[in-house]
């Protein structure tokens, strides 16, 4: 009886996993929202392979690299658990844009511009997560 808890506690946990994979793991389905304080849930990237799915090692005799699949997360890039997008839970800082719309993110000191998605959530820097309060200058 304590066996068969056992398989099913290991199945629901692989069922999960593979459910969170399904549903998180396209980057470009990540919503910055008020709700979420443009800090979403998102698959903690694999610890074997830091996210790429593939590792590589250099064979010292036969003087070549060799890329090999991940054998933590099986190619699959996550853990399958859920975190949140950035650590910084830091308090929001002011910064000015410049005339150019550039600001520096006084969390990690990079420059970006504010239109760009890429760089800006709207209310945090997509580098580093700090939270930047934007004031006219």
Known sequence: MNDERTD??????EIRRRLNIAKYSKR???????????NPWVLENCPGCNGAGRNCRFVEAERAHYTYICSTC????????????????????????????????????????????????????????????????
């Open 8 to 13: 099913n506690d290991a199945r629901k946990v």
């Open 28 to 38: 470009e389905n990540i919503v910055y929202t008020d709700e979420n304080d443009h």
């Open 74 to 137: 099986d190619g699959t890039r996550y853990t399958g658990e859920l975190v949140r997008k950035f650590d910084n839970n830091a308090e929001p800082v002011e910064a000015s844009p410049n005339a150019h719309g550039w600001v520096t993110c006084p969390g990690c000191g990079v420059g970006f511009k504010v239109t760009s998605k890429d760089s800006w959530s709207g209310r945090r820097h997509l580098g580093c997560g700090q939270k930047i309060f934007l004031t006219s200058g």
